[in-house]
Nanobody, 116 residues
């Protein structure tokens, strides 16, 4: 089992930046995909970005060019650098760990609020 703890959320003005961090309770070296999802009020949870164990990155179209996901296997962390934030980025952001054999773990989430 893997516990995931997110940090770094908060309130920021439009155009600002935040860096989210996800700390895992054990080594993430063998975790196939680590990712960030978000859920805004009244909307479904959606993928923001993910990164495979091999380093391949995938981004939602809405964040391409603004967000960067990174993975540090030595520190068991996954980070999400968010630049040029927009009010529509406001959501609870969740860290996700996925094994290709079908097991997925979620963190508790961290709130990001972008004011206009």
């Amino acid at each position: 089992q893997v516990q995931l703890v997110e940090s770094g959320g908060g309130l920021v003005q439009a155009g600002g930046s935040l860096r989210l961090s996800c700390a895992a309770s054990r080594s993430i070296f063998s975790i196939d995909v680590m990712g960030w999802y978000r859920q805004a009020p009244g909307k479904q949870r959606e993928l923001v970005a993910d990164i495979t164990s091999g380093g391949s990155r995938n981004y939602a179209d809405s964040v391409k060019g603004r967000f960067t996901i990174s993975r540090d296997n030595a520190k068991n962390t996954v980070n999400l650098q968010m630049n040029s934030l927009k009010p529509e980025d406001t959501a609870v952001y969740y860290c996700n760990a996925h094994y290709n054999y079908g097991v997925t773990y979620w963190g508790q989430g961290t709130q990001v609020t972008v004011s206009s």
